[in-house]
């Protein structure tokens, strides 16, 4: 909030998780149509969701304990 106070800029907000799941909309030619379901496996989290809309999203599920990219990334620490 200081940096951006300091620097009169605006803060943003963005939802982490919802930008890993819209990133297949930014470029034309592999655009998704809305409502699509997202598969999400970044490093700490795994979700299944469907997605309505930029901010309209439905978990449909999720992990209880180690998610996707965690075991992705201890496999590769050990090759």
């Known amino acids: 909030l200081q940096l951006a106070a300091t620097a009169d800029l605006p803060l943003l907000q963005v939802n982490h998780v919802e930008a890993h799941a819209l990133v297949g909309r930014l470029l034309p030619e592999s655009r998704c149509a809305f ?3 997202a598969l999400v496996a970044s490093g700490g989290h795994t979700l ?4 309505e809309g930029a901010g309209r999203r439905t978990l449909l599920g999720t992990t209880q304990d180690d998610a996707m990219g965690e075991a992705f990334d201890k496999v590769a620490r050990l090759l």
């Not at 299944?48 to 997605?51: A, G, S």
């Open 35 to 37: 409502p699509f379901l």
């Open 48 to 51: 299944l969701m469907l997605v």
